[in-house]
């Protein structure tokens, strides 16, 4: 079973190397090994029907209990059938359907990494192995619905079931962990066969809730369904496998596969079957007010989606034959009636079902596919939707709520029916007022009508025989999610009783609705605001609310102050350790400490130096502090017996505190760049710090995870080592490669300081050439704007002359002294030009001893 699941990922790897081959004829061969895997499942069906579970073990990560075991008894049978069967043609449909599309390489690569995760999900029987294709097919979901990513439309519809789907998977992954921390194994044939009952476990109702959430938003239940319908804007081949057969089911299946074990739990049947109801007639309601054929298709499968899961929350034996029957039946009639749809679209041009019309002219072969499948999704006789059918009646009728969602199902009936009459008759009858003319209308290529086809001929023969079809597939499958051999059978024919009255009334009353559908669908316009504030605006709104609740704490512990950053870093460090060691570990404080009087002198030093450190108004008197501080540790170094460590840090120090001297003169001065407040603040936390940082020496001087090894190294430095110093005998020999990798980094420290201060370009050899060329690179550019300055000069001073002429000629009549002045002005104007000229030719004679000296130095450098 591994190996099947690996097959499909293989085959997906393998596509776009045979697509360079065969182009859009690489789905029909790629379908080939769904093929394959859909006849090896079957030879399973006479063993599993006889009682038999398959089981192969495979240990993944054995430490952490998570294993890749599969198992196949008669419900993952069903599931695995349906994925690879629909699969096979699914992935023949697309090869037509996306032909001549440049990106149908890409949609069958994701398609079949999808098939492989669903069908690795209903095979697992490890939880976290199980979660793991959970993921797995949310993502590839992901890529398939936002497959035609130039489309808004697409983009939106993806993220949104992307991260609903995937916010339950949180969920869901909670619940899974608190249920094997309750059953003691991650296995799930172990957890369903747990003598004790895990309803009375303090956890229950937290894990019961977190499975329910993953389940219901995977699954579209109410009020997580929004999402299913807005996905129809991806291909049809995606809607028609993922939304009919696959990934919608995934919910179910894992309801179903728990339901054994959690369906003893009251509180587990009243939500089941309380959302379960609320999602039928939810999706119902909302099917018969569309118009969208896929739409229409969505919101049924809602509603079938609801059935199931109310079905398993009545979790009698009747109820658990028409869970199988059901889920069997929807399968067959909507993935035939997913692909018609798309065959309608594809050659149409339109959806809308008030446009359609008049197509069984042009597409006869499909209006009757349509017409057959549409009987089974209204549960006429003799399509294996009826005999579903009126196994959920029958189920209503013996479950302990049948007398109040009684009405819940009779009204989701009788939409039904409407809905499937508008799907049979209103794009195939009628006037055509779609776009496209309607001459070019014709039958789409057989590849596309093969899918539609098989299913709607097993819908038939289902319904012809069920009684072969529930003993070999449902029954077993029922068996499965009742834990037990249920007593029952599938026949067409029951005789008449309560459920065939009931399922006529609901035909009857369904064809009645349809004759006054457009009527009534207009009528339900009146509801569209209350509609309009449903749940996906509250998906809306949490979005919403998920972009202003990032900008505020942005705002609050990103606003550009650093030391707004290390306070939040210190506090959430402090909070959370602090936590943690006043709830897990006891403190033993000894008071008996043998310290001499020299030794407090020492430490009280230090202590008195470190606050002087921090209060003093000095730079000089802070280095002094500082350096009294690490002077102060080196001497508590050598009075407990390791000199080396102290000779090492007075030598640090003493380096540090010249440094820092050294670079005094060029520090601003102080001054007051916090308040008082912000001060205090600040020493709060700087104390809140520093008493944690003492707890936690405390307690790792208290805490002996294991035995120490100081022991051994006092006894064996002498014996072993030869060396009486101990700390010497760890540096050198017990860590030795460490001291070497310390030695290493140093010396490549101190190369590079070396390098840097020694190395000069001027005086090094070989660099006499480039210096000359810079050089003479520089002194050209100097030359350029020396001379682009005197020709701005220059135009200057013939611009004032202008101007004094013009002035002179003008004042020819003043007086004397008013001559003297101008030719003054004039005088002064030449005296600067005069100038000027002087320190041109100056700069001028500058350059040409730079030249030459460039030239000495470039034949200095070739020689060299």
Request: hydrophobic share 55%; proline share 3%.
């Amino acid at each position: 079973m591994q190996l099947a699941v690996l097959v499909i990922y293989l085959a997906a790897l393998i596509t776009p190397w045979l697509f360079v081959q065969h182009q859009h004829r690489t789905a029909y061969i790629m379908a080939l090994v769904p093929a394959a895997l859909t006849i090896w499942f079957a030879t399973h069906i006479p063993m599993i029907a006889g009682g038999e579970v398959f089981i192969q073990e495979y240990q993944w990560i054995p430490g952490l209990d998570i294993s890749l075991t599969m198992v196949l008894d008669g419900l993952s049978l069903m599931f695995a059938l349906l994925i690879c069967g629909i699969g096979t043609l699914i992935v023949l449909y697309a090869g037509a359907y996306l032909k001549g599309n440049p990106a149908q390489n890409r949609f069958l690569v994701i398609l079949l990494a999808f098939m492989g995760s669903m069908l690795g999900l209903v095979l697992a029987d490890n939880l976290i192995t199980l979660f793991v294709f959970w993921e797995l097919t949310s993502i590839t979901s992901y890529m398939l619905i936002g497959f035609n990513h130039q489309s808004a439309e697409a983009r939106k519809a993806a993220l949104q079931g992307l991260i609903v789907t995937v916010a339950g998977g949180l969920a869901l992954l909670c619940g899974l962990v608190m249920l094997a921390s309750m059953a003691g194994s991650y296995s799930i044939q172990e957890i369903l066969n747990t003598p004790e009952t895990l309803t009375e476990h303090p956890l229950f109702v937290g894990m019961l809730i977190c499975l329910l959430l993953g389940a219901f938003t995977k699954s579209a239940q109410f009020p997580f369904h929004f999402w299913l319908p807005n996905a129809m804007a991806a291909p049809t081949p995606v809607s028609a496998y993922l939304h009919s057969a696959t990934m919608v089911k995934a919910g179910i299946y894992l309801l179903a596969r728990l339901q054994p074990e959690l369906g003893e739990s009251g509180l587990w049947t009243v939500l089941l079957s309380s959302f379960g109801a609320m999602t039928m007639l939810t999706g119902a309601f909302m099917a018969v007010r569309s118009t969208d054929l896929k739409k229409l298709l969505a919101y049924s499968t809602i509603m079938a989606l609801g059935t199931l899961t109310l079905l398993i929350g009545i979790g009698t034996e009747t109820a658990m034959i028409a869970f199988a029957a059901y889920l069997l039946a929807h399968s067959l009639y909507k993935g035939a009636l997913f692909m018609l749809a798309g065959i309608v679209d594809h050659e149409a041009g339109s959806r809308d079902v008030t446009l359609l019309g008049g197509l069984r002219k042009n597409l006869p072969l499909t209006a009757i596919l349509v017409a057959v499948a549409a009987l089974s999704l209204a549960g006429i006789p003799p399509l294996f939707g009826f005999v579903a059918k009126e196994l959920l009646l029958e189920a209503m009728l013996d479950g302990a709520f049948h007398s109040f969602i009684f009405v819940f199902v009779m009204v989701a009936s009788i939409f039904v029916v409407t809905v499937a009459s508008v799907i049979a008759l209103r794009p195939f009858f009628g006037a055509f007022k779609a776009p496209k003319a309607e001459k070019d209308i014709h039958e789409p290529p057989k590849a596309m009508l093969a899918g539609p086809i098989v299913l709607v001929l097993l819908s038939l023969v289902a319904g012809v025989i069920p009684g072969t079809v529930g003993n070999w597939v449902t029954l077993p499958a029922s068996n499965a999610v009742a834990g037990n051999v249920v007593d029952g059978y599938l026949a067409l024919w029951h005789g008449l009783n309560l459920p065939l009255l009931l399922s006529g009334i609901s035909i009857t009353l369904g064809l009645l609705l349809f004759k006054y559908w457009d009527t009534f669908r207009n009528r339900l316009k009146v509801l569209d605001p209350i509609i309009a504030r449903g749940p996906e605006r509250g998906y809306f709104w949490f979005m919403d609310a998920i972009v202003w609740v990032a900008e505020w704490q942005t705002h609050i512990l990103q606003n550009g102050s650093m030391r707004n950053y290390l306070r939040t870093i210190v506090l959430v460090f402090v909070g959370l350790t602090g936590y943690t060691l006043i709830s897990r570990y006891q403190l033993h404080w000894n008071w008996d400490v043998d310290l001499y009087f020299h030794e407090f002198i020492t430490v009280g030093i230090l202590v008195a130096a470190a606050i002087a450190a921090c209060v003093t108004r000095s730079r000089l008197g802070s280095v002094a502090a500082m350096g009294a501080v690490g002077f102060s540790v080196a001497l508590i170094f050598i009075l407990f017996s390791a000199p080396d460590l102290g000779i090492t840090q007075i030598l640090v120090e003493t380096l540090t505190v010249i440094l820092l001297v050294l670079v005094l003169f060029r520090l601003p001065g102080f001054s007051n760049v916090s308040t008082t407040r912000e001060r205090i603040r600040d020493a709060v936390v700087a104390l809140l710090v520093g008493v944690l940082i003492m707890f936690l020496i405390m307690i790792t001087i208290d805490v002996q995870l294991f035995e120490p090894i100081s022991g051994y190294m006092i006894e064996n430095s002498y014996t072993l080592a030869h060396g009486r110093n101990i700390v010497n005998v760890i540096l050198v020999d017990y860590r030795a490669l460490d001291t070497l990798g310390e030695i290493f980094v140093l010396a490549l420290a101190a190369m590079g300081v070396y390098a840097m201060i020694k190395f000069n370009p001027a005086t090094s050899p070989g660099a006499n050439h480039y210096a000359g060329t810079l050089i003479l690179e520089e002194k050209k550019l100097a030359e350029k704007d020396i001379i682009h300055s005197l020709e701005e000069i220059h135009q200057k001073m013939l611009e004032d002359q202008n101007i004094i002429s013009v002035g002179a000629m003008n004042n020819r009549n003043s007086d004397e002294d008013g001559d003297e002045e101008q030719e003054t002005l004039a005088s002064s104007y030449d005296e600067d030009r005069d100038h000027d000229d002087s320190q041109a030719a100056k700069r001028l004679e500058d350059d040409e001893r730079g030249k030459k000296d460039a030239a000495q130095s470039d034949e200095e450098g070739k020689k060299s």
